[in-house]
């Protein structure tokens, strides 16, 4: 299971981090991601990274950014975002991959967090 958490309200320029805590004895194998859904917009990917040596890969709209991390120990998955837009504006979720990387399509992960909501005003 994976609870996301984070999410609020910031200005443009500003920066947030979240955070996804998850469960089970094997989070540190499995790939990791956070996706997003903004209104009226499909769910689309923002940023993975594997399971094995911490590889990570980026949507370009984030690139530069977002940093996307993990900690094992904690079970605990991270996005640092820094020089929001409003575009960014979205619900943020994280999700897990039964695979050591999971890539940047959904279709590839099976278990998902609740959301978090982002705003960023201009």
């Known amino acids: 299971q994976l609870q996301a958490s984070g999410g609020g309200l910031v200005q443009a320029g500003g920066s947030l981090r979240l955070s996804c805590a998850a469960s089970g004895r094997f989070f540190r194998y499995y790939g990791l991601a956070w996706f997003r859904q903004g209104p009226g917009k499909e769910r689309e990917f923002v940023a993975a990274?594997?399971?094995?040596?911490?590889?990570?890969y980026y949507a370009d709209s984030v690139k530069g950014r977002f940093t996307i991390s993990r900690d094992n120990a904690k079970n605990t998955l991270y996005l640092q975002m820094n020089s929001l837009k409003p575009e960014d504006t979205s619900v943020y979720y994280c999700a897990a991959s039964r695979q050591r990387y999971g890539g940047s399509s959904s279709a590839e992960y099976s278990s998902w967090g609740q959301g978090t909501l982002v705003t960023v005003s201009s």
């Open positions: 990274i594997s399971g094995d040596d911490g590889s990570t």
